[in-house]
Protein backbone atom coordinates (compact mmCIF):
# COMPACT_ATOMS: atom_id res chain seq x y z
CA UNK A 1 0.00 0.00 0.00
CA UNK A 2 1.04 3.39 -0.67
CA UNK A 3 1.67 5.18 2.64
CA UNK A 4 1.93 9.52 2.29
CA UNK A 5 3.69 11.28 4.87
CA UNK A 6 3.67 15.05 5.90
CA UNK A 7 6.06 17.62 7.54
CA UNK A 8 6.13 19.39 9.45
CA UNK A 9 2.18 18.28 11.31
CA UNK A 10 1.92 21.89 12.06
CA UNK A 11 3.98 25.38 11.56
CA UNK A 12 3.80 29.09 12.91
CA UNK A 13 3.92 31.36 10.16
CA UNK A 14 3.41 35.53 10.05
CA UNK A 15 1.22 37.05 6.88
CA UNK A 16 3.66 37.63 4.19
CA UNK A 17 6.37 35.13 5.28
CA UNK A 18 6.88 31.96 2.63
CA UNK A 19 5.90 28.45 3.57
CA UNK A 20 6.81 25.36 2.47
CA UNK A 21 5.31 21.75 3.59
CA UNK A 22 6.81 18.55 2.46
CA UNK A 23 5.04 15.39 1.35
CA UNK A 24 6.88 12.00 0.76
CA UNK A 25 5.42 8.40 -0.56
CA UNK A 26 6.84 5.34 0.36
CA UNK A 27 7.15 4.51 -3.54
CA UNK A 28 7.18 6.37 -6.72
CA UNK A 29 3.81 8.07 -7.42
CA UNK A 30 5.37 10.04 -10.42
CA UNK A 31 3.37 13.19 -10.65
CA UNK A 32 0.32 11.16 -9.34
CA UNK A 33 -0.19 14.10 -6.50
CA UNK A 34 -2.97 15.90 -5.30
CA UNK A 35 -3.47 19.04 -2.51
CA UNK A 36 -6.37 20.23 -0.61
CA UNK A 37 -7.18 22.78 1.91
CA UNK A 38 -9.30 22.70 4.73
CA UNK A 39 -10.47 25.41 6.85
CA UNK A 40 -11.66 24.69 10.47
CA UNK A 41 -15.37 23.60 10.13
CA UNK A 42 -15.18 23.19 7.16
CA UNK A 43 -14.90 20.69 3.65
CA UNK A 44 -11.80 20.45 2.05
CA UNK A 45 -11.19 22.34 -1.22
CA UNK A 46 -8.95 20.59 -3.81
CA UNK A 47 -5.81 23.13 -4.89
CA UNK A 48 -3.24 21.10 -6.97
CA UNK A 49 -3.12 18.28 -9.26
CA UNK A 50 -0.50 16.63 -10.89
CA UNK A 51 2.07 17.60 -8.44
CA UNK A 52 2.15 21.27 -9.68
CA UNK A 53 -1.04 22.27 -11.51
CA UNK A 54 -3.18 24.95 -10.34
CA UNK A 55 -7.11 24.00 -10.39
CA UNK A 56 -8.60 27.21 -12.33
CA UNK A 57 -9.37 29.97 -9.16
CA UNK A 58 -6.69 28.86 -6.68
CA UNK A 59 -4.69 31.99 -6.08
CA UNK A 60 -0.75 31.87 -7.38
CA UNK A 61 1.04 32.53 -4.75
CA UNK A 62 -0.38 28.47 -4.51
CA UNK A 63 2.57 26.73 -5.92
CA UNK A 64 3.67 22.67 -6.39
CA UNK A 65 6.56 20.54 -7.30
CA UNK A 66 8.32 17.89 -7.21
CA UNK A 67 7.86 14.10 -8.27
CA UNK A 68 8.48 10.61 -7.81
CA UNK A 69 8.70 10.54 -3.94
CA UNK A 70 9.10 14.05 -2.46
CA UNK A 71 6.72 17.03 -2.99
CA UNK A 72 6.14 20.50 -2.00
CA UNK A 73 3.44 22.57 -1.65
CA UNK A 74 4.51 26.72 -1.25
CA UNK A 75 2.75 30.07 -0.25
CA UNK A 76 4.86 32.37 -1.45
CA UNK A 77 3.02 35.28 0.64
CA UNK A 78 0.94 33.76 2.95
CA UNK A 79 -2.37 35.38 3.16
CA UNK A 80 -5.00 35.72 6.32
CA UNK A 81 -7.55 33.41 4.43
CA UNK A 82 -4.39 31.03 4.41
CA UNK A 83 -4.77 30.33 8.04
CA UNK A 84 -6.00 26.21 7.45
CA UNK A 85 -4.44 22.68 7.10
CA UNK A 86 -3.17 21.38 4.29
CA UNK A 87 -3.25 17.67 2.76
CA UNK A 88 -1.44 16.20 0.12
CA UNK A 89 -3.51 12.86 -1.52
CA UNK A 90 -1.54 10.54 -3.88
CA UNK A 91 -3.81 9.78 -7.29
CA UNK A 92 -1.21 6.95 -8.72
CA UNK A 93 -3.23 3.70 -7.23
CA UNK A 94 -6.74 5.31 -8.57
CA UNK A 95 -9.03 4.62 -7.81
CA UNK A 96 -7.91 4.13 -4.46
CA UNK A 97 -6.36 7.25 -2.77
CA UNK A 98 -4.87 8.10 -0.12
CA UNK A 99 -4.45 10.90 1.88
CA UNK A 100 -1.20 12.20 4.11
CA UNK A 101 -1.63 13.43 8.13
CA UNK A 102 -1.94 16.94 7.63
CA UNK A 103 -0.48 20.19 7.93
CA UNK A 104 -1.68 22.86 10.02
CA UNK A 105 -0.92 26.30 8.87
CA UNK A 106 -1.19 28.48 12.09
CA UNK A 107 -0.97 32.43 12.84
CA UNK A 108 2.48 33.26 14.88
CA UNK B 1 -23.22 25.47 -9.31
CA UNK B 2 -22.32 21.57 -8.29
CA UNK B 3 -24.01 20.70 -4.70
CA UNK B 4 -24.01 18.26 -2.33
CA UNK B 5 -26.17 17.32 0.48
CA UNK B 6 -24.93 14.60 2.84
CA UNK B 7 -27.86 12.96 5.19
CA UNK B 8 -28.31 10.43 7.26
CA UNK B 9 -25.64 10.59 10.17
CA UNK B 10 -26.38 10.01 14.07
CA UNK B 11 -25.56 8.01 17.15
CA UNK B 12 -25.81 4.37 16.60
CA UNK B 13 -24.46 1.65 18.73
CA UNK B 14 -21.50 -0.92 17.97
CA UNK B 15 -22.29 -3.41 15.30
CA UNK B 16 -25.52 -1.73 14.27
CA UNK B 17 -25.71 -0.25 10.63
CA UNK B 18 -26.28 3.54 9.30
CA UNK B 19 -26.70 3.88 5.60
CA UNK B 20 -25.54 8.33 4.59
CA UNK B 21 -27.00 9.78 0.99
CA UNK B 22 -25.40 12.01 -0.79
CA UNK B 23 -27.73 13.77 -2.89
CA UNK B 24 -26.26 16.30 -5.80
CA UNK B 25 -26.89 19.09 -7.79
CA UNK B 26 -26.09 21.04 -10.85
CA UNK B 27 -24.58 18.88 -12.70
CA UNK B 28 -24.56 16.03 -14.83
CA UNK B 29 -24.63 12.97 -12.20
CA UNK B 30 -24.93 9.54 -14.20
CA UNK B 31 -21.55 10.86 -15.58
CA UNK B 32 -19.58 11.16 -12.51
CA UNK B 33 -18.06 9.11 -10.27
CA UNK B 34 -18.39 9.77 -6.66
CA UNK B 35 -16.07 9.27 -3.41
CA UNK B 36 -17.21 9.02 0.37
CA UNK B 37 -14.33 10.27 2.80
CA UNK B 38 -14.27 10.84 6.53
CA UNK B 39 -12.43 13.02 9.38
CA UNK B 40 -12.55 11.07 12.76
CA UNK B 41 -12.45 14.00 15.50
CA UNK B 42 -9.31 16.55 15.60
CA UNK B 43 -7.99 13.72 12.97
CA UNK B 44 -7.01 13.98 9.19
CA UNK B 45 -9.09 13.03 6.26
CA UNK B 46 -9.09 9.62 5.08
CA UNK B 47 -10.58 8.44 1.59
CA UNK B 48 -13.43 5.70 1.93
CA UNK B 49 -15.11 4.61 -1.14
CA UNK B 50 -15.59 5.25 -5.06
CA UNK B 51 -18.35 4.25 -7.26
CA UNK B 52 -18.11 5.06 -11.44
CA UNK B 53 -20.33 7.35 -13.41
CA UNK B 54 -22.84 3.74 -13.98
CA UNK B 55 -22.44 1.58 -10.90
CA UNK B 56 -20.60 -1.28 -12.03
CA UNK B 57 -17.44 -0.07 -10.68
CA UNK B 58 -16.64 0.18 -6.64
CA UNK B 59 -13.88 0.38 -4.48
CA UNK B 60 -13.21 0.28 -1.08
CA UNK B 61 -10.43 1.35 1.63
CA UNK B 62 -9.15 -1.95 3.52
CA UNK B 63 -10.68 0.15 6.47
CA UNK B 64 -13.97 -0.64 5.66
CA UNK B 65 -13.84 -3.44 2.94
CA UNK B 66 -16.37 -5.90 3.77
CA UNK B 67 -18.42 -3.58 6.25
CA UNK B 68 -19.36 -0.85 4.13
CA UNK B 69 -20.74 -0.61 0.73
CA UNK B 70 -21.51 2.06 -1.60
CA UNK B 71 -24.15 2.53 -4.48
CA UNK B 72 -25.90 4.96 -6.43
CA UNK B 73 -29.58 5.42 -7.79
CA UNK B 74 -28.96 8.20 -10.71
CA UNK B 75 -32.60 8.31 -11.41
CA UNK B 76 -32.62 10.40 -7.75
CA UNK B 77 -29.28 11.48 -8.33
CA UNK B 78 -27.71 10.33 -5.01
CA UNK B 79 -25.28 8.12 -3.82
CA UNK B 80 -25.10 5.88 -0.49
CA UNK B 81 -22.80 4.62 2.15
CA UNK B 82 -24.04 1.29 3.47
CA UNK B 83 -22.46 1.26 6.93
CA UNK B 84 -22.62 -2.31 8.64
CA UNK B 85 -21.17 -3.57 11.67
CA UNK B 86 -20.26 -0.47 12.96
CA UNK B 87 -17.42 0.08 15.23
CA UNK B 88 -16.36 3.19 17.05
CA UNK B 89 -13.17 4.08 15.52
CA UNK B 90 -15.86 4.59 12.84
CA UNK B 91 -17.19 7.56 14.27
CA UNK B 92 -15.92 10.36 12.31
CA UNK B 93 -17.73 12.85 9.58
CA UNK B 94 -18.45 11.61 6.44
CA UNK B 95 -18.11 13.74 3.18
CA UNK B 96 -19.49 12.99 -0.32
CA UNK B 97 -17.64 14.10 -3.37
CA UNK B 98 -17.45 14.13 -7.14
CA UNK B 99 -14.77 12.71 -9.23
CA UNK B 100 -12.92 15.04 -10.80
CA UNK B 101 -10.16 14.74 -13.75
CA UNK B 102 -8.09 15.96 -15.77
CA UNK B 103 -6.19 13.90 -18.28
CA UNK B 104 -5.19 11.24 -16.06
CA UNK B 105 -5.10 12.92 -13.20
CA UNK B 106 -7.85 12.14 -10.62
CA UNK B 107 -9.06 13.97 -7.49
CA UNK B 108 -12.04 14.65 -5.46
CA UNK B 109 -13.45 17.65 -7.21
CA UNK B 110 -16.83 19.05 -4.69
CA UNK B 111 -17.15 18.39 -1.31
CA UNK B 112 -20.23 18.17 0.78
CA UNK B 113 -20.28 19.37 3.74
CA UNK B 114 -20.51 16.41 5.19
CA UNK B 115 -22.99 14.37 7.95
CA UNK B 116 -21.79 12.94 11.35
CA UNK B 117 -21.41 10.03 12.35
CA UNK B 118 -21.18 8.54 16.24
CA UNK B 119 -20.99 5.07 17.15
CA UNK B 120 -20.96 4.41 21.02
CA UNK B 121 -22.88 2.66 23.33
Known amino acids: DIQMTQSPSSLSASVGDRVTISCRANQSITFYLNWYQQKAGEAPKHLIY???SLRSGVPSRFSGSGSGTHFTLTISSLQPEDFATYYCQQSYSTPSLTFGGGTKVQIK | QVQLVESGGGVVQPGRSLRLSCTASGLTFSTSGMHWGRQAPGKGLEWVAV????????YYADSVKGRFTISRDNSKNAVYLQMNSLRPDDTAVYYC??????????????WGKGTTVTVSS
Open chain 1, 50 to 52: GAS
Open chain 2, 51 to 58: ISDDGSSK
Open chain 2, 97 to 110: ATNGREGVFYYMDV
